[in-house]
């Protein structure tokens, strides 16, 4: 049997992880089975696609974090307009910055009070991101009055990610074109009122 084919067993935390994901989104099991292929069907035994271990692997760990972030076990029943494009565009996800935006965008969709502010349009923002974006973001917020002079600033910020000062450039770009940021003045730029608002989805 070649490798490729080979039957790969799936873990107990997946299986229960994966269960209580399709219980908790039960109207959306049809849209589950398409992001992760047959795999709710074979929870408890042996699957063959590497793709959907990897998937299941993903999946787990992002139930898993958001929990963390909720400091909960059992969280709120997520609105299906907001979890299920969270878990399409999380489960592919391999870099770690943007792994966590997507648990914590998750655990937002399941928290009482952060999923009644939470715009859709957070989800479309975070598909738009780079990790170097999310780390120059938070270095922003970490920022007095959460400003950032360009010229002076950027340079010390690409010395402290260990990064040149044309991607930090790039992701100001970026963080502007998303709406986070917006101009202040002639050099500076700052968290626009959708940027902060963003910026509480997802801080817990």
């Given amino acids: 049997m070649s490798e490729e084919n080979s039957i790969i067993p799936i873990s107990d935390a997946q299986s229960e992880a994966i269960k209580e994901i399709v219980g908790a989104v039960r109207d959306g099991g049809g849209y589950l089975t398409e992001i992760l292929g047959d795999l709710p069907k074979d929870l408890v035994g042996l699957i063959g696609d590497k793709i959907k271990i990897y998937r299941a692997t993903r999946l787990q760990k992002l139930w898993d974090d958001a929990k963390h972030h909720l400091g909960i076990q059992q969280p709120e029943t997520p609105c299906l307009k907001l979890a299920l494009p969270i878990f399409t565009e999380a489960v592919d996800e391999s870099r770690e910055e943007l792994q966590d935006l997507w648990a914590r965008l998750l655990a937002a969709s399941m928290h009482l009070e952060k999923s009644k502010r939470f715009r859709l349009a957070f989800i479309e923002t975070a598909k738009k991101l780079d990790p170097l974006d999310v780390r120059v973001l938070l270095e922003i917020k970490l920022n007095p009055h959460n400003t950032f002079q360009v010229g002076s600033e950027a340079g010390k910020l690409a ?27 002639s050099i500076d730029k700052g968290l626009s009122s959708y940027g902060k608002e963003f910026l509480r989805a997802v801080e817990f």
Avoid: P, R, T
């Fill in 159 to 185: 010395q402290h990610l260990g990064v040149g000062f044309d991607e930090v450039k790039i992701s100001l770009d970026n963080l502007e074109e998303c709406k986070i940021l917006s101009q202040i003045g």
